[in-house]
Structure formats: structure tokens, C-alpha cells
């Protein structure tokens, strides 16, 4: 049986026409049911903003993420450093956060306690 997740998008306000900035938000469970499907969503933004994409990944409501949405997150940093963009998180429940840092992954993306933070150094180009 599909545990739930739901996967939505926002757009931020952004003073600099060339950059791109999109909230990406998290509610439920990511693991072998429902990852590769909602993967796509994330993919999706990638090819359509090439250059200059923002991702701000909202975690708040996120419970669980498996090995598998683990590699998807790498590659999405991946493709989205190499077009002169960022991915950051915010809002990170304690369990994924010790996750995110045995794998190294917080190495690479930064995490921000607050929704507030992570704008912030993202339109500001703090990070």
C-alpha cells in the first residue's frame, strides 16, 4: 500500500529577474511507494527554470525519507548547482536532519530552522 505524501510549489518574490525562486513543500512520508512519482515533480522544475533556480525545500511536514528520495536530493543539488542555482532546507524535523547529516549531505545543502531564514539567505544570496 502508497503512504501519503503531497508535494507542492510556490513561487517567492524575487527583486532579480534572472533568478527563480520556488518553495517546495513536503507533507508525509517519502519512501519506495510514491518516491520515483514525486521525484518527477522536483525534475520537472529543474528542466523548466535551467538557469537560476532557487529551491527551497520545506520539510516541515515531512515524517519519513528512504535511501532512494536520499539520492534523488543529492541529484537534484547536483543539477541545480550546475545551472548557477541553490537548494536549501527549511523547517527540518530533528530525525531527517541526523539523516541528511550521517550521509553528508548537510555538507552541501544548507538547513535553516525557519521559513523566514532560509528566504532570506536566498534572495539575499547569503549562502
Known sequence: ????????????????PEMTVK?????????????DEKAQIVYGL????PKNLNLILDFDGLEYMNS???????????KVFESNGKIIIAKI???????LQVVGLTQLIK???TMEEAKFAVLNKTE
Not at 500500500?1 to 532579480?16: F, G, H, K, N, R
Request: net charge negative; proline share 4%; charged share 20%.
Open 111 to 113: 538547513t535553516f530552522p
Open 23 to 35: 518553495i517546495v513543500k513536503f507533507v508525509g512520508q517519502l519512501d519506495e511507494s510514491n518516491v
Open 93 to 99: 524535523k530533528p530525525n531527517i536532519l541526523d539523516i
Open 1 to 16: 500500500m502508497a503512504t501519503s505524501i503531497t508535494v507542492t510549489i510556490e513561487d517567492v518574490e524575487t527583486q532579480d
Open 68 to 78: 532512494k528520495s536520499i539520492g534523488y536530493l543529492t541529484d537534484w543539488y547536483g
Open 46 to 49: 529543474i528542466s523548466q527554470y
